[in-house]
């Protein structure tokens, strides 16, 4: 590859003023050189390999036209669909991505934001893992009004948030599941200690209570009773089978169970099938998220979907409109609650009416 050129070498290459080649190449609405000459200088900057460096533009502009995303992996459904649609987003707008994953990680997302912002990057949207405010450096850039934004309710510290109305998504589940005459109800989650993970049950749970109705609730724990990782999905799967095998072997086992994502759903009804439960004649499995697992299932599964393209929208409006206010120095966007966004239950053939 030929070495790329500078803005010097090609004012002497063209003979025309340094001043005059640099406001062409950076296309400074200011410059009032004629066609010929604009001809001319990029013809030349072609010739030579010239390239712009990105980091000095942004030096000079203040602004680099890139954006951070850091996510967890892209093995939870929901985010591979938010990382999709962000990048078609801003990539619509005219920045770049830079993508970082986390692994659920702190020391590793830390690294991330600080290799960001050093970038120069305009602005970030996370998935944190962080679920508390504490003495952190993306802490540090939420109180000097950074353009940050988060995509999960873990940074509940962080007005600039969107994220699912969890606890709605577990509320719709168990009015509907009422609504089909079930008493006999258990909530299935996984135990990884994370308080938006939580809120999805105690929707569940509020609405059944409510009514008078208990709820059995199970954890789906990992061997040797650790906490489950939950980006592992075949690790749910089995886990998820594993505790209905024996829950659904009980005398008085539930007509209807609530699962915390769909993987544990569909360990659910692999289960209830094997053991000859019929779904959802004598048992109904709602899920969370809407994956593809729910159309996969060998029963098509009930689940809360979550309005991915909704989240990617708002989080990007967001942030950019951050970045607008801190480019031409005025105080950031007033953002006094962070944005919920409703999710909707999406029936399918695991769920019916209560056995009689």
């Known amino acids: 590859m030929s070495r790329q050129s500078t803005l010097k070498e090609i004012s002497q290459y063209t003979g025309i003023p340094l001043s005059t080649v640099a406001a062409v190449l950076r296309e400074d609405p200011k410059c009032f050189a004629g066609p010929k000459l604009r001809q001319q200088i990029m013809a030349a900057a072609h010739k030579l390999n010239y390239r712009p460096n990105p980091i000095a533009r942004s030096l000079r502009t203040g602004k680099s ?79 000097k009004n950074y353009p940050l934004v988060s995509i999960s309710r873990n940074v509940a510290f962080n007005p600039a948030s969107v994220y699912t109305d969890y606890f709605k998504g577990g509320q719709l589940a168990a009015e509907y599941m009422m609504a089909q005459g079930h008493h006999k109800l258990a909530v299935f989650t996984e135990d990884t200690g994370e308080r938006y993970k939580a809120s999805r049950t105690d929707g569940f749970v509020a609405i059944a209570s409510k009514a008078g109705l208990g709820v059995e609730f199970l954890l789906v724990r990992d061997k040797d009773g650790e906490r489950c990782k939950f980006d592992n999905r075949g690790s749910l799967v089995r886990k998820g089978y594993e505790l209905a095998d024996d ?52 029963v098509a599964l009930t689940s809360v979907r979550q309005n991915s393209e909704e989240i990617g929208c708002k989080s990007v409006d967001i942030l950019l409109d951050m970045i607008d206010k801190k480019l031409i120095k005025e105080a950031p966007p007033v953002i006094s609650d962070p944005v919920l966004i409703e999710p909707k239950l999406v029936v399918r053939a695991s769920t019916g009416p209560a056995p009689k």
């Open 65 to 143: 036209n890139t954006i951070g995303l850091i996510l967890p992996n892209t093995r939870i459904p929901v985010m591979q669909e938010n990382l999709e649609i962000i990048e078609d987003l801003t990539q619509q707008k005219g920045y770049r991505l830079f993508i970082g994953y986390t692994h659920m990680d702190i020391d590793r997302e830390e690294s991330l934001l600080t290799d960001f912002v050093n970038r120069y990057v305009d602005g970030i949207i996370i998935a944190s893992v962080q679920s508390g405010p504490c003495e952190s450096y993306l802490q540090q850039l939420i109180e």
């Open 247 to 298: 829950v659904l072997s009980r005398p008085n086992r539930p007509t209807a169970v609530f699962a915390g994502n769909d993987d544990i759903a569909l360990g659910v009804i692999r289960a209830a099938l094997q053991l000859g439960i019929k779904v959802p004649e004598e048992l109904s499995v709602i899920g969370f998220d809407d994956s593809d697992t729910a159309v996969l299932s060998p």
